[in-house]
C-alpha cells in the first residue's frame, strides 16, 4: 500500500515538473523567436509575454504541493534509496529546483524578466551605436537587482553574493573555487603564450585572410553539422547577431550562427560549438523531457561538449584530412591557393585579441578569467558599472596585452550581462576543461577515432558521448559524472596536454 | 468614492485581460512557429506546449475573480453608461468572454488544443499522400470533439449545434441566418457565372502560363505588401503551406504565403489578402493592446480587410496600372510578352476550379457554401465522416460542374477542419460582402482613390480604414460596425455590383 501511494505522489510530481517545463520550453521558444525572427517594434510587447510567462512558471514552480510531494517522495526508500536511481536523481535535482524558487518573490522574477528582456535590446543597440552609457543605465539596473536576488538565495559561510548566482549554471560552483582553478591555469597559459608569441613560426594565416560568398558558407556550415551528427528533422540553424543553441526538448533544438564573408573559421568554429551544444540536447531522452533526467547536468558540461566539437574535433589535424578537401568542393576556386597547411595552421593561429567568440583555444580562458573578476568585483560594489570600460580595458592590456579601441569590442561584446547572466562565464573555462578530459578519456576507448574524423565519420564519438554524457540527464552532479566518466576528478592537465600536444608543433617549440 | 472603488475594480479587470491576453499571444507565436519554422520531430511535443498553455490560459480567463469584477462593472453607470465608450464595449466583450470560456471544462479545452494540434499535422501529412482514410479518424475525433463542445455552450431554441460554434468566429451568427443570405445570393452567382461561362469572349490566359522564378516573386510580392502599407518593421512576411495571417499584437504581425513557379497570381493574391488582414492587425491601437479594444470585430470584418485589399484594390484595372510596369521592372525579359490587357484580365479570369484559395472572386463563394452545408451536416450528425468525400465532390459538380480527382485538392484542401475550426468557412463570403460595401463607401469620401492606385499610392484607403475600421477595435459588432461606416444594413448588392461592373466587360456581356 505505501509503495502504491508514494508511486502515486512521485507520479503527480513528474507530472508538475513536465507540465511546468512545457511552459518553460514555450518560454525558449519565445526567446529564439525574439533573437531569429521577431520585427523590431515587437519587443516592447515582447518583454510582457515573458513577465506574465516568467510569473505564472514561478507561480507553478513554487507551489506548496510541491513541496508536500517532495516531502512525501523523500521518505520513501522505494524512491530515493539508490541514490544514482532515475526515481532518486528526479527528486533530489527537484528538491533543489523548488528550494530555489521558492527563495524568491514572485515579483522579482517578473521584474528581472521583463528587465532581461528590454535590457537585450538596449544592449543591442548600445553595441551597435559604440555608446557604453547608453547601456550602463540598464547594467546598473541588472547588478542591482542581483544583488537583491543573491541576498534572497543567500550563500555559505565565507562565500559571497556571486556564488548564489553561479549555483543556476554550475551548482556547487563558488568564487573561491573558481579562483583556486583559475589562478594557476592562467600561470601555465601564460607560460605557453610567451613561448608561441615568442617563436619565429608561425602557421600562415592565409586561411583567414580569404573572402569567401557568405550564401555558400552557410551551405558548408550546415553540411558539416549535418555530418557531425546534428539531426536538422529535430532542429534548426540560423543566423543571429551572437551564436547560440536554444534547447527546447531533444526533438526541437535551435541553432543560430553568423557569417562575415572574411572569416569562414569562425562561422565553422561557432556551427561546431553550438552544434555540440545541439547534439548534447538532441541526446536527452524523449522519455524524460521536462523531468531533470531529461535536463543537461550544468553549463560547464553543456560546454565541454560544444567545446569538443569545436576544439578537440574541429581545429584537431585528422578533422581537416576530411574537411579541407570537403570545403574545396563547396568553395571551389576561391579555396584553391590554400593548401592543407594553411588551413589546419589558420585554423589553430594562436593570437590575443579582442572578442571572447572569435578567441583562439589559447588565449580563450583569458577573456572568461577577466570576465570572471570583473563580474565579481561588480556583485561585491567594488567596482561600479561607470568604471567597467577602464577596469576591463586595464585587463586586456595586463592579461593579453592589447588595447581595446571601442566599448562595442570591449566590455558590451557578449550578450550575458544584458541577459542579467551574472555566474555564468566561468562555465566557458570549466567547459574547457572537462571536455578535453572527457576527449582524452573517449580517445583511450576508440583508439581510431583520429582516422575516422579523417574520413568524416564522427559517429563513434556521438554515440560514446551519448551514452557516456547526454542519456544521464541529470543523474550525476557535474563533479561526480567527470569521475564516473573518466575516473579522475576535473584536473587542468588534460587540456594543457591538448594545448601543447597541438601548438608546440605549429609554432615550431620544443 | 464609488467612482474611485469602481474605476479600481475596472483597472483590476483589464490588468487581468492583459496578462491573459500576453500568454493567449505566447500561444499565436507558438502556433506560427510550428506552421513555419518548427523541425519535423518536434511536433510531438509542441502538442504539449498547447495542451498545458491551453489549460493555464483557460484557467486564467474562468477565475471566479473576474466574475466578480465583471458583476461591479456592470452596474456602474461611469463605466457601461455610453453604450459605445471604451469602457462599455470592454466589459460587454469581457463578458462574453468570460461566458464562453466558463462553459468549457479545462479538460476539453487541453484536450481540443492537443487534438487540434496532432490533427493538424495528420492532415498534413495525410493531404500530402492524398490519403483521406489517415486523416479520417482525426476528422471524426474532431467532430466528435467539436459536438460536445457545442453541447457545453448550447445554441439558441431552433438554432443547431453548429450555431454554437460560430459564435467564437462571427458571434451572433447562425446556421439559419446564413443559408438566408448564401441561397440569394448562390443564384445571383450562378446567373453571373452562366452568362460568363457562356460568352465567346475571354480574357487572355497568358498571365497565367508564365513561368517566373519563385526568388525574384517573393522580393516582388514583399515589395507590394510593403507598398500597400504593410509595415515590416512589424511584421514579417514568410512560406507556409496555406498562406495565414498571425497576429500577436499590433506591433508583430506574422504573414505568410505561397508561392508556385507557375503561378504568380496566387503568390500577389495571397500576399495582399494576408496583408488586408495584418494591416488591420497593425492598424489596431498599442495602447489596447491585450483588451476587447484592441482586437478585431470578427473573422467576418477581418475578412473584409484581406478581401478588399486582394480583390477590391488588387484586381482592379487602377491597381494593375501601377502593378502592371513595376512587375517588368522585377522579372524583366521574363514578363516582356505580357500586355497590359494580358495582366489585368489575367488576373480576373474566371474558372471554376478545385481550389478554393486559388479561386477567383466570381466562384470563390461557391467553395464556401459547399464547405458550409458540409459541415452543417457533419455537425448534426447528417454526415458521416467517412463519406465526406463523396458528399464534396457530389457538391463541386453540381455548383461548379467540376469533377474533384483527389481528396488531396477535394476535401483535405484545407486546414481549417484539421484545426478544429468548424463554423468559420461563412465569415470568408461575409467578408465578400463586408468588403464591396465598405469599399463603395470609401469611393464615395475618396473619390479619386483610383487614379490613386494608378501611381502606386494607397495610403488614403489604408488610412480611411485605420480610422473608420481599425481604431475601434472591438467598440462594435460586425452588424453595428457596417451600419455605423455606410450607413445601411449588410447587403449583396455591392458585391454584386462590383463583380458585374468588372467581368461584363472583361466577358464582352452586356
Chains 1, 2 share one sequence.
Not at 522574477?109 to 532581461?116: S, W
Not at 539531426?231 to 540560423?238: M, S, T
Not at 543566423?239 to 526538448?249: A, M, V
Not at 547526454?470 to 588534460?494: F, I, N, Q
Request: charged share 25%; glycine share 8%; proline share 4%.
Amino acid at each position: 500500500m505505501t509503495t502504491i501511494a508514494t508511486s502515486t505522489e512521485y507520479d503527480q510530481l513528474i507530472k508538475i515538473s513536465k507540465d511546468v517545463a512545457a511552459l518553460g520550453t514555450t518560454m525558449s521558444i519565445l526567446g529564439w523567436d525574439r533573437e531569429v525572427m521577431m520585427p523590431k517594434k515587437g519587443n516592447e510587447y515582447r518583454a510582457e509575454q515573458f513577465a506574465v510567462s516568467s510569473r505564472i512558471l514561478h507561480e507553478l514552480s513554487t507551489d506548496t504541493k510541491i513541496g508536500d510531494l517532495l516531502d512525501a517522495c523523500e521518505s520513501d526508500g522505494d524512491i530515493v534509496g539508490d541514490q544514482t536511481s532515475e526515481s532518486a536523481a528526479n527528486i533530489r535535482e527537484l528538491r533543489h529546483e523548488y528550494d530555489r524558487a521558492t527563495k524568491l518573490p514572485s515579483t522579482l522574477v517578473e521584474e528581472e524578466a521583463k528587465l532581461a528582456s528590454l535590457s537585450q535590446s538596449a544592449w543591442a543597440e548600445a553595441r551597435g551605436e559604440n555608446d557604453f552609457t547608453a547601456f550602463q543605465p540598464w547594467l546598473e539596473k541588472i547588478v542591482a537587482l542581483l544583488q537583491q536576488k543573491a541576498e534572497c538565495f543567500g550563500w555559505a559561510e565565507g562565500g559571497e553574493p556571486w556564488d548564489a548566482l553561479a549555483e543556476d549554471y554550475e551548482p556547487g560552483c563558488t568564487a573561491a573555487q573558481v579562483s583556486e582553478v583559475f589562478t594557476p591555469l592562467r600561470k601555465k597559459l601564460q607560460s605557453l603564450l610567451d613561448e608561441i608569441m615568442g617563436s619565429d613560426t608561425k602557421p600562415s594565416n592565409k586561411f583567414n585572410e580569404i573572402a569567401l560568398p557568405v550564401e555558400q558558407q552557410k551551405a558548408f556550415v550546415r553540411s558539416i553539422a549535418s555530418q557531425i551528427g546534428f539531426d536538422f528533422e529535430a532542429g534548426r540553424l540560423d543566423e543571429s547577431t551572437h551564436p547560440f543553441c536554444s534547447g527546447t526538448h531533444c526533438n526541437d533544438v535551435r541553432l543560430t550562427t553568423r557569417f562575415h564573408e572574411n572569416n569562414v573559421n569562425d562561422a565553422i568554429g561557432s556551427t561546431m560549438h553550438e552544434a555540440g551544444h545541439g547534439i548534447y540536447e538532441q541526446g536527452l531522452l524523449y522519455d524524460h523531457v521536462g523531468t531533470p533526467m531529461g535536463r543537461a547536468v550544468s553549463l560547464g558540461i553543456h560546454e565541454s561538449q560544444s567545446r569538443m566539437w569545436e576544439n578537440q574535433v574541429g581545429r584537431s589535424e585528422a578533422f581537416w584530412k576530411w574537411c579541407y578537401p570537403t570545403m574545396k568542393e563547396f568553395f571551389g576556386d576561391a579555396t584553391a591557393s590554400l593548401s592543407f597547411e594553411d588551413v589546419y595552421g589558420g585554423a589553430n593561429i594562436v593570437r590575443p585579441d579582442l572578442i571572447r567568440v572569435e578567441a583562439d583555444e589559447a588565449t580563450y580562458n583569458m577573456h572568461i578569467m577577466i570576465r570572471f573578476e570583473l563580474e565579481r568585483l561588480l556583485m561585491n560594489g567594488d567596482l561600479a558599472v561607470a568604471d567597467l570600460p577602464e577596469a576591463w580595458n586595464q585587463r586586456y592590456k595586463e592579461y593579453l596585452g592589447i588595447e581595446v579601441p571601442t566599448d562595442a569590442n570591449g566590455c558590451m561584446q557578449d550578450i550575458h550581462w544584458s541577459m542579467a547572466a551574472i555566474g555564468y562565464f566561468p562555465t566557458y573555462t570549466l567547459g574547457n576543461l572537462y571536455s578535453a578530459q572527457f576527449f582524452e578519456k573517449a580517445m583511450e576507448e576508440i583508439p581510431d577515432m583520429y582516422e575516422q574524423f579523417g574520413s568524416g565519420e564522427f559517429g563513434a564519438l556521438k554515440s560514446w558521448l551519448n551514452e557516456n554524457i547526454h542519456s544521464h540527464g541529470k543523474r550525476y552532479r557535474a563533479a561526480e559524472l567527470c569521475e564516473v566518466v573518466t575516473g579522475k576528478e576535473l584536473s587542468s592537465d588534460p587540456l594543457m596536454r591538448h594545448l601543447e600536444h597541438k601548438l608546440r608543433p605549429l609554432y615550431g617549440l620544443a
